[in-house]
């Protein structure tokens, strides 16, 4: 198993009032996404326990973009994968800060 940690410093704080959630399961090469409201508002981590192990550079890159395109000041994401392809992490991220915001899953 792989832990791999990252912190990004953000302008746009995420907006809504939800204080926590968690979409996705870990099966099937899935993942789960738990995010929570627990960070000052120009932070943003994000903290995974991987069971495929070599992939830390993918997921900079993903984490990268996804907060480059996201307001997420002020989430903490903890994400337990099972071996999901990139595609599915930005995507349950998404989904993630979409219910923060007050969405449904």
Not at 15 to 41: F, I, K, M
Not at 83 to 105: F, S, Y
Request: neutral net charge; proline residues 2%; glycine residues 10%.
């Amino acid at each position: 198993m792989e832990h791999l940690n990252y912190r990004h410093k953000t302008t746009r704080q995420a907006s809504g009032t939800q204080t926590s959630a968690v979409v996705g399961v870990v099966a099937s090469g899935n993942l789960e996404v738990l995010v929570e409201r627990a960070l000052p508002h120009h932070d943003c981590e994000v903290d995974i326990h991987s069971q495929a192990t070599g992939f830390g550079d993918v997921w900079s890159a993903v984490i990268a973009d996804f907060v480059s395109r996201r307001a997420v000041g002020g989430l903490r994401f903890s994400i337990n994968d099972g071996g999901a392809r990139p595609d599915t992490v930005a995507l349950r991220l998404a989904q993630a800060v979409r219910v923060m915001e007050g969405g449904q899953q």
